[in-house]
Nanobody
Framework: QVQLVESGGGLVQAGGSLRLSCAAS????????MGWFREAPGKEREFVAG????????YYADSVKGRFTISRDNAKNTVYLQMNSLKPEDTAVYYC?????????????????WGQGTQVTVSS
């Protein structure tokens, strides 16, 4: 079992930056592919970024490519999402998730564990 706790959300102006963190419990963190998803009001939850178990591979949604960076520190059981050049359309609740898989997955159904989410609001 893995428990995930996100932090780092908040209110920021367009063009600004935020860094989200997701702390995981348990000693098997390095066994999981990690992903970030987001859910805006009235919209379905969507994939944002994913990172392989070693951290050597990453994958991004087209909407955030070049602006967001996912990383992980397996020694600290933590995954990060650095968000730069934020836009109002990035406003959403951001969730981190863990998948017991070997490949980065972009579909939420592939992820086994979820955090409670952290709100990111970008003002224009």
């Amino acid at each position: 079992q893995v428990q995930l706790v996100e932090s780092g959300g908040g209110l920021v102006q367009a063009g600004g930056s935020l860094r989200l963190s997701c702390a995981a419990s348990g000693r098997t963190f390095r066994s999981y592919v990690m992903g970030w998803f987001r859910e805006a009001p009235g919209k379905e939850r969507e994939f944002v970024a994913g990172i392989s178990r070693s951290g050597g591979s990453t994958y991004y949604a087209d909407s955030v490519k070049g602006r967001f960076t996912i990383s992980r520190d397996n020694a600290k059981n933590t995954v990060y999402l650095q968000m730069n050049s934020l836009k109002p359309e990035d406003t959403a609740v951001y969730y981190c998730a863990a998948a017991d898989t070997t490949l980065i997955r972009t579909t939420s159904s592939h992820y086994d564990y979820w955090g409670q989410g952290t709100q990111v609001t970008v003002s224009s």
